[in-house]
């Protein structure tokens, strides 16, 4: 358990509406990471943050935004929600005692739609 | 995550074994991953394989690497309904951000 919390777990909005996702991890985990999860396109990234305040674009990085004032909390902010937001989004965090072999720890998921 | 390629769907018999196929993009990857999502649940790690290996076997779970044809397969021994699931391949494109790269998955649905 890499203490992911995500909130909240389920959200129903309108379109043009802004949202924000939260991600809380409790073991100062310097690496964190939102993803999107589309059928038929897996898990796409976001942003990233590598520490306070230092974040940076994924892949599908439009119309999100991100901020990171404290190293526990990584807030994912659509300013004007749109039907094409409507996903899973998944927060993640990289385990430094993992650090070699990269690989990423997810919370349960935050299920958003955009009406 | 369209770079890394899944079949989406794979339909076994419980107790035959099941084979789940990736294949990535960037021969440059140091790790490559297998993930296993259950219905409403995040992600989990299976298991994950070095580049530099070939085979990776753990209890009934068999992981191959073809470097040459960028091909990774899943191999799941006496598969059981819980292992009823989708399953993602992963590689790791960028080292800097250490930010994993997804397939699409692929569903496994275990007929008893």
């Known amino acids: 358990d890499a203490g992911i919390t995500q909130s909240p777990r389920h959200k129903v909005t309108e379109t043009g509406t802004p949202v924000t996702l939260r991600c809380h991890q409790t073991?100062?985990?310097?690496?964190m990471y939102w993803y999107r999860q589309d059928p038929g396109h897996g898990l796409r990234l976001i942003h990233y943050?590598?520490?306070?305040?230092?974040?940076d674009k994924g892949e599908v990085s439009d119309g999100y935004s991100v901020s990171r004032s404290k190293t526990e909390d990584f807030l994912l902010t659509l300013e004007s929600a749109t039907s094409s937001q409507t996903s899973v989004y998944f927060c993640?965090?990289?385990?430094?005692?993992?650090?070699?072999?990269?690989?990423?720890?997810f919370g349960e998921g935050s299920r958003l739609t955009v009406l | 995550g369209e770079d890394v390629e899944q079949s989406l769907f794979l339909s076994v018999r419980e107790g035959d074994s099941s084979v789940i196929n990736c294949t990535y993009t960037?021969?440059?990857?140091?790790?490559l991953y297998w993930y296993k999502q259950e219905p409403g649940a995040g992600l989990q790690l299976l298991t994950y394989?070095?580049?530099?290996?070939d085979m990776k076997q753990d209890q009934r779970l068999t992981v191959l690497l073809n470097k040459k044809d960028k091909h990774l397969s899943l191999r799941i021994a006496d598969t059981q309904t819980g292992d009823s699931a989708i399953y993602f391949c992963?590689?790791?494109?960028?080292?800097?951000?250490?930010?994993?790269?997804f397939g699409s998955g692929t569903r496994l649905q275990v007929q008893p």
């Open positions: 073991e100062n985990h310097r690496y």
């Open positions: 993640a965090i990289s385990d430094m005692r993992y650090e070699n072999t990269g690989e990423l720890f």
């Open positions: 992963a590689e790791i494109k960028d080292t800097g951000r250490r930010a994993l790269t």
């Open positions: 394989i070095f580049s530099n290996m």
């Open positions: 943050s590598y520490g306070v305040k230092d974040t």
């Open positions: 960037d021969s440059s990857s140091t790790y």
